[in-house]
Nanobody, 117 residues
Framework: QVQLVESGGGLVQAGETLRLSCTAS??????????WGWYRQAPGKQRELVAR???????IYADSVKGRFTISRDNAKNTVYLQMNSLKAEDTGVYYC?????????WGQGTQVTVSS
């Protein structure tokens, strides 16, 4: 089993910055090939992709966050980050970490991000 623990959420004002972290632990056999992602769910809405990074470092972003958010990984620390700049009220939601590997797909419990306008 693999456990994902997110941190870094909080309450900020529009235009400010947050950095989310997600650390994996447990039965991780090939961290270098593991894919990571960040998803978010706003109240009353479906969970949506924010950003993903492949084992090879290839990244994709939702159009709404391009140029403001950056996903990165530190394999030595089993950790993925989401740097969020110029936050907007519409970025508010619960942010979930996602990891995919040969053993399966895993989700974290989520961390709340609230941006006041």
């Amino acid at each position: 089993q693999v456990q994902l623990v997110e941190s870094g959420g909080g309450l900020v004002q529009a235009g400010e910055t947050l950095r989310l972290s997600c650390t994996a632990s447990g039965s991780i056999f090939s961290i270098n090939t593991m894919g990571w992602g960040w998803y978010r769910q706003a109240p009353g809405k479906q969970r949506e992709l924010v950003a993903r990074i492949s084992g090879g470092g290839y990244t994709i972003y939702a159009d709404s966050v391009k140029g403001r958010f950056t996903i990165s990984r530190d394999n030595a620390k089993n950790t993925v980050y989401l740097q969020m700049n110029s936050l907007k009220a519409e970025d508010t939601g619960v942010y979930y970490c996602y990891a995919t590997m040969m053993a399966g797909d895993y989700w974290g419990q989520g961390t709340q991000v609230t941006v006041s306008s």
